[in-house]
């Protein structure tokens, strides 16, 4: 058993060796991390730190849920409609993309896209929305994410990756490299998969975008993205910092602006929006109201932000339906998550 210990280590030295003899200088390399809350067991270890937190993610509760959650379109009616999820994994094989051709720590990027949106609500922003609305010190996303990786979950996560996760927001500043790639992954993934997905629902066309876009960017999801990808590339090669030119990224916030205003507002793919709206503040009144005599109003709000968060579309509808919905005594699920494990 000492043996194959002793070569699994061996697997995982090289790997990290690997690093300082490929990755640029100032690349993120796994054995100087800044660590995890508990170290993890060495035993069998033949992986690095980066590739062993990009594992837990993908294996982690949260990460399943995604698949039924709304990324634009709220209950899309094909499953050719992006989800929560599919919009993770774009954003992972962007940056994945970014990071290996600036000699970038690839695994660190993975693992931060992949759990950049744990701790997103159901409904998407609506959802957000909502919750950001109804708590006193307001809901984000990003924030959350990094309690259902170091609370609710407990991942056990390398500082690097919760850093990443917490900035991949803009207006945060990322402590690495790595975490900047996700940023503008994020970014680019979702504005250009929004608009092949408003293409395929009909509510725009591709001759719908500003001219000045078009003629900078090529026609056609992607085409488009090829191109914001390589300028992103191309101006931090052989740089310890990452960015756009400054006139691909003012093409890109032309793109987002306009996509704010024809199709993130448009009444055909926000036409469910006041209905999920009116779920989310439901669900949110009921457990409030339920747990009010139990706990301080910090827990309550916390428990209840926490569950509500963490719900797929699918799921809150049902909840929804089960508290306020009338129906035979035979369809009444007997079970409430909350409730029964406060019980």
């Not at 457990?287 to 005599?293: C, F, P, Q, R, S």
Request: proline share 4%.
């Amino acid at each position: 058993m000492l043996v194959m210990v002793n070569k699994f280590y061996n697997i995982k030295n090289e790997l990290e060796q690997r690093e300082y003899d490929t990755l640029a200088p100032y690349a993120t390399k796994s054995r100087e991390t800044l660590g995890r809350p508990n170290p993890r067991c060495e035993a069998y270890s033949f992986r690095t730190e980066f590739q062993c937190d990009r594992d837990k993610i993908i294996h982690s509760k949260a990460f399943r849920r995604l698949k039924h959650k709304t990324q634009v379109f709220l209950s899309p009616y094909n499953d050719h409609f992006r989800t929560r999820l599919t919009h993770t994994l774009e954003v992972a094989q962007i940056a994945r993309t970014m990071a290996r051709a600036l000699r970038l720590n690839e695994d660190l990027a993975e693992a931060i896209s992949l759990g950049h949106d744990l701790g997103h609500t159901p409904f998407g922003h609506c959802g957000e929305r909502v919750l950001n609305e109804l708590l006193p010190h307001g809901f984000q996303h990003n924030v959350q994410s990094v309690r259902v990786v170091e609370v609710l979950e407990n991942m056990n996560l390398c500082r690097e990756t919760v850093d990443g996760i917490l900035t991949h927001s803009w207006g945060y500043e990322p402590k690495t490299p790595e975490a900047k790639i996700v940023q503008y992954a994020d970014k680019l993934a979702y504005i250009n998969h929004d608009i092949e997905d408003a293409v395929r629902a009909g509510v725009i066309s591709e001759d719908d975008l500003p001219r000045d876009c078009r003629e900078y960017f090529p026609v056609g999801q992607s085409n488009r993205l090829e191109k914001m990808i390589a300028d992103v590339i191309k101006n931090s090669l052989d740089k310890p910092t990452v960015s756009m030119t400054e006139q691909g990224w003012f093409y890109v916030n032309k793109l987002r602006d306009w996509m704010f205003e024809h199709v993130y507002t448009d009444p055909v793919a926000k036409a469910e929006e006041p209905k999920a709206s009116h779920i989310v503040k439901s669900l949110y009144e009921y457990y409030t109201e339920k747990l009010a005599n139990r706990f301080d109003a910090p827990q309550v709000m916390q428990m209840v932000t926490d569950y509500i968060s963490g719900m797929t579309d699918v799921y809150a509808i049902r909840k929804y339906t089960e508290l306020f919905v009338p129906h035979s005594q035979t369809s009444v699920s007997d079970s409430d998550d909350l409730l029964n494990k406060l019980s």
